[in-house]
């Protein structure tokens, strides 16, 4: 499985960005995905997740009501719109695919990141 994010940049505080991920090498819309994100000096931390349909998402804490996940089977592709961005949200994000077909399993192929800096 190979995973392509991009849409990573610098904004400002309050502002948006989406991120995309691409994934090939196998059939898309079997398997759940995630974003996850770390920041310098802290562990990597769980950000969001949909399920292989769409049907269901997941959001961690500190992003519930300002990210939403979604995604485009036809496409292959995953979003994470982010809105609102808050200085705490700069960080390696990274998309993740789950290797476990139509489940949420915790393991995951990983992308390499796309940065996100938020400056106040």
């Known amino acids: 499985v190979q995973l392509q994010a991009s849409g990573g940049g610098s904004v400002q505080a309050g502002e948006s960005l989406t991120l995309s991920c691409t994934a090939s090498?196998?059939?898309?819309?079997?398997?759940?995905m995630d974003w996850f994100r770390q920041a310098p000096g802290k562990e990597r931390e769980f950000v969001a997740a949909i399920s292989w349909s769409g049907a269901t998402q997941r959001y961690g804490d500190a992003v519930k009501g300002r990210f939403t996940i979604s995604r485009d089977n036809a496409k292959g592709t995953v979003y994470l719109q982010m809105a609102n961005l808050k200085p705490e949200d700069t960080a390696v994000y990274f998309c993740?695919?789950?290797?476990?077909?139509?489940?949420?399993?915790?393991?995951?192929?990983w992308g390499p990141g796309t940065q996100v800096t938020v400056s106040s």
């Open positions: 090498g196998r059939k898309f819309d079997d398997y759940s």
């Open positions: 993740a695919a789950d290797r476990r077909l139509r489940t949420f399993s915790g393991s995951f192929y």
